[in-house]
């Protein structure tokens, strides 16, 4: 039995609203990174969103989204990283269009006690969560959330044209990526932005040099189609 389904979420999917509750539920109300009242309605969602590839982990049984990301294509807007983020890497040889933002990256917070899934959020720490055992045998038998959404990462980055990631994300998140065989290089210094946040920028085959899984999605060696339930 798989317990999720990974896919690309579009405005006509009717589990589309559910991307912008989840992020509202994780960023405002579990995390308190932002303020409720900036985010009228329970949906967190800006600017950058209507020029976003949206992805989902979505929980077959209910069915609902329980894990998101976005990337950000070039726009007029440019990219939010550029925004609140010191970059020191020269980006300034590589075509706007061939460039995009992995964000919003988050696991609802019933699905993410795990040590991995903590990381998304900047939790840096090596203990063991505790878990109801009653959730034990679920958890060995559930698919790697994260892994099923940089799958779709890799996927939808290869069928648009990009050739090159941005990202911001804490330690852990990157710790957790490097434990997959992805590695960023540094763009910028370390802030404190949503928790300490570091901006990273390189071409994807580099970063995804050392995981044959990721890499052979993206140059397309293997596909990953999303009418399936399984990773």
Same mark, same amino acid.
């Given at each position: ?5 990974f896919?690309? %979420?579009?405005?006509e ?7 912008f509750? %989840?992020?509202y539920? #994780? ?9 409720p009242?900036? +985010?009228?309605g329970?949906i967190e969602?800006?600017i950058?969103?209507? +020029?976003?590839?949206h992805l989902?982990a ?6 609902? #989204? ?5 990337l950000v294509?070039?726009? &007029? +807007?440019g990219?939010p990283i550029?925004?609140?983020m010191?970059i020191?890497a020269?980006t300034s040889?590589? &075509?706007r269009?061939k460039?995009?933002?992995?964000s919003?990256?988050?696991?609802r ?9 903590k990381?998304?959020?900047g939790d ?11 959730l034990?045998?679920?958890?060995r038998?559930?698919n ?11 996927k939808e980055?290869?069928? +648009?044209?990009?050739?090159h990631?941005? #990202?911001?994300m ?6 957790? %990526?490097?434990?997959r065989? *992805?590695n ?5 210094p ?6 300490l946040?570091?901006?990273y920028?390189?071409? *994807?085959e ?6 044959k899984l990721f890499?052979d ?8 189609p999303y ?5």
């Amino acid at each position: 039995m798989s317990y999720f389904t990974f896919r690309k %979420l579009t405005p006509e999917d009717s589990l589309f609203p559910e991307l912008f509750k %989840l992020r509202y539920r #994780v960023y405002i109300e579990e995390w308190k990174f932002e303020k409720p009242e900036d +985010h009228p309605g329970g949906i967190e969602r800006n600017i950058y969103d209507d +020029h976003a590839v949206h992805l989902a982990a979505i929980l077959n049984k209910e069915p609902s #989204v329980i894990g998101t990301s976005r990337l950000v294509l070039d726009s &007029p +807007h440019g990219f939010p990283i550029e925004e609140n983020m010191e970059i020191t890497a020269d980006t300034s040889n590589i &075509p706007r269009n061939k460039i995009c933002e992995i964000s919003r990256l988050c696991v609802r917070g019933d699905y993410s006690r795990r040590r991995d899934d903590k990381a998304l959020n900047g939790d840096d720490s090596t203990g063991s969560a505790k878990e109801d055992p009653k959730l034990v045998n679920q958890r060995r038998e559930e698919n790697d959330i994260v892994t099923g959404i940089f799958k779709c990462i890799a996927k939808e980055s290869r069928i +648009h044209g990009i050739t090159h990631w941005y #990202v911001g994300m804490a330690r852990g998140l990157n710790v957790l %990526l490097k434990r997959r065989g *992805i590695n960023f290089e540094e763009a910028g210094p370390e802030i404190d932005y949503h928790g300490l946040r570091r901006p990273y920028f390189g071409p *994807i085959e580099k970063i995804l040099a050392k995981s044959k899984l990721f890499l052979d999605i993206y140059t397309g060696k293997t596909d990953f189609p999303y009418d399936e339930n399984s990773l």
